[in-house]
């Protein structure tokens, strides 16, 4: 008897300190992204002041700067890091590419999943991408099917970190190197992790 119960208090002692070390690469994982968020953050106000400079310096008129890029129904314009996107009679302007949105999606790994939420108290997946492109100046619905929709689907290996992931009734943001950012369910909230099978790699 005292030895089923020394062994089942080890067990016990095995789980606390195997959970302990989970929550602290999470809280690890957290802070690490918020870091990130704060340098790429950082970054953005350093381009925008770069730019304003290169802006009031320039001798040249400002379209000979542009490099017009065509694709059928997309017309992007891109001026230094900015870039205008045409589609029908939508303009929206992304300013930094998908920096803006990257960014946003790694300070909120971590964030509890809330049916409905896109920031207060949590986030849903659609709500999630619909906050973090926000950023970018891009207005999304706030539904996976819709965004879904207005996206083009491109193979993985074209993927580039700021293209939407999209799945049956789900949708993330890619990261790069096969990782994503979304917000699963109740159980993983809002999390960094691999794409797993079944995701498709879209594009606006």
Not at 89 to 96: E, F, G, L
Not at 108 to 124: A, L, T
Not at 167 to 189: E, F, K, L, P, Q
Request: aromatic letters at 4%; one cysteine or more.
């Amino acid at each position: 008897m005292a030895q089923r119960a020394s062994r089942a208090s080890a067990r016990r002692g095995n789980h606390l300190r195997r959970a302990s070390e989970l929550r602290t690469a999470e809280r690890k994982a957290v802070r690490r992204a918020a870091r990130e968020a704060t340098r790429a953050r950082a970054r953005e106000a350093r381009w925008a002041r770069e730019a304003r400079a290169a802006h009031r310096g320039a001798t040249t008129p400002r379209r000979a700067t542009r490099h017009i890029i065509r694709r059928t129904h997309v017309v992007r314009s891109v001026v230094t890091r900015h870039a205008v996107v045409k589609r029908g009679h939508q303009v929206v302007r992304v300013a930094n590419g998908m920096t803006a949105v990257i960014a946003y999606a790694k300070s909120q790994v971590g964030r509890r999943y809330v049916s409905g939420g896109e920031g207060r108290g949590g986030f849903d997946c659609s709500g999630l991408t619909k906050r973090a492109y926000a950023q970018a100046g891009v207005r999304l619905p706030h539904s996976s099917r819709a965004q879904a929709a207005r996206a083009r689907v491109i193979s993985r290996s074209k993927a580039r970190p700021g293209d939407l992931v999209v799945g049956s009734g789900h949708v993330g943001i890619y990261m790069g190197r096969g990782m994503m950012i979304d917000a699963g369910n109740h159980r993983t909230g809002v999390v960094y992790r691999k794409l797993y099978s079944g995701l498709r790699v879209a594009r606006f």
